[in-house]
């Protein structure tokens, strides 16, 4: 049984009455209970981003993964980005898993990718210094600072391999 179904059944046969309490101060308990303990805004979502170019630059494509804290996927995407640098592509493939977050209502997101100046850069350990990457820094951190909770971690490319295999198939298809 889900919590949600597990709060309407008490919600269905608990009443102000039966608690001897006034009736707004009981739905107003409900209410407060409904947001706190059934928002899944505020569930962390894992996501797995990668990035890549064939030739630096090159022909570019991006994988991000969304899923749950058991590892089944809730969303996948890849797309074709043009030619770009191996960094500008991993940045792109974050600010695509910014936005789909949004789009998805997902509001917590444990971050990972394969990239360490990406992960270094975004978590203030490592300087922006390259112009072109400026850009796409700043946007990522807006999107960042409109989440409740972010967090992101440098992964090995062996833990990375299905948003691996998503940028690679995106290159593959080139926008077809």
Same mark, same amino acid.
């Not at 919600?11 to 409900?30: M, N, P, S, Y």
């Not at 209970?33 to 981003?49: A, Q």
């Not at 490592?126 to 820094?137: A, D, F, I, T």
């Given at each position: 049984?889900? @919590?949600?179904? =597990?709060? !309407?059944?008490?919600?269905?046969?608990?009443?102000? *009455?039966?608690? /001897?309490? @006034?009736?707004?101060?009981? !739905?107003?308990?409900? &209410?407060?209970? $409904?947001?706190?303990?059934?928002?899944?805004?505020?569930?962390?979502?894992? #996501?797995?981003?990668? /990035?890549?170019? $064939?030739?630096? +630059? /090159?022909?570019?494509?991006?994988? #991000?993964?969304?899923?749950?804290?058991?590892?089944?996927?809730? %969303?996948? %995407?890849?797309?074709?980005?043009?030619? !770009?640098?191996?960094? &500008?592509?991993?940045? %792109?493939?974050?600010?695509?898993?910014?936005?789909?977050?949004?789009?998805?209502?997902?509001?917590?997101?444990?971050?990972?990718? @394969?990239?360490?100046?990406?992960?270094? !850069?975004?978590?203030?350990?490592?300087? =922006?210094?390259?112009?072109?990457?400026? +850009?796409?820094?700043?946007?990522?951190?807006?999107?960042?600072?409109?989440?409740?909770?972010?967090?992101?971690? &440098?992964?090995?490319?062996?833990?990375?391999?299905?948003? @691996?295999?998503?940028?690679?198939?995106?290159?593959?298809? *080139?926008?077809?």
């Amino acid at each position: 049984m889900t @919590d949600a179904a =597990v709060f !309407q059944l008490i919600v269905d046969k608990v009443t102000a *009455q039966h608690l /001897g309490i @006034d009736e707004a101060d009981w !739905q107003r308990f409900c &209410a407060r209970v $409904k947001k706190e303990w059934l928002d899944t805004s505020t569930t962390v979502v894992r #996501v797995h981003i990668d /990035g890549g170019s $064939k030739g630096n +630059p /090159g022909p570019a494509g991006i994988g #991000v993964v969304f899923s749950d804290a058991d590892g089944a996927v809730l %969303h996948e %995407h890849y797309e074709y980005i043009g030619e !770009q640098t191996n960094n &500008a592509a991993e940045y %792109h493939a974050l600010l695509k898993a910014l936005n789909l977050a949004e789009e998805l209502g997902y509001h917590a997101l444990s971050l990972h990718s @394969d990239s360490e100046l990406l992960v270094g !850069q975004i978590s203030g350990d490592y300087q =922006v210094k390259n112009e072109r990457l400026l +850009p796409l820094y700043f946007r990522a951190e807006e999107a960042i600072r409109r989440l409740r909770s972010f967090s992101i971690r &440098a992964i090995p490319r062996a833990e990375n391999k299905r948003a @691996d295999r998503l940028a690679n198939l995106a290159i593959s298809r *080139q926008g077809r």
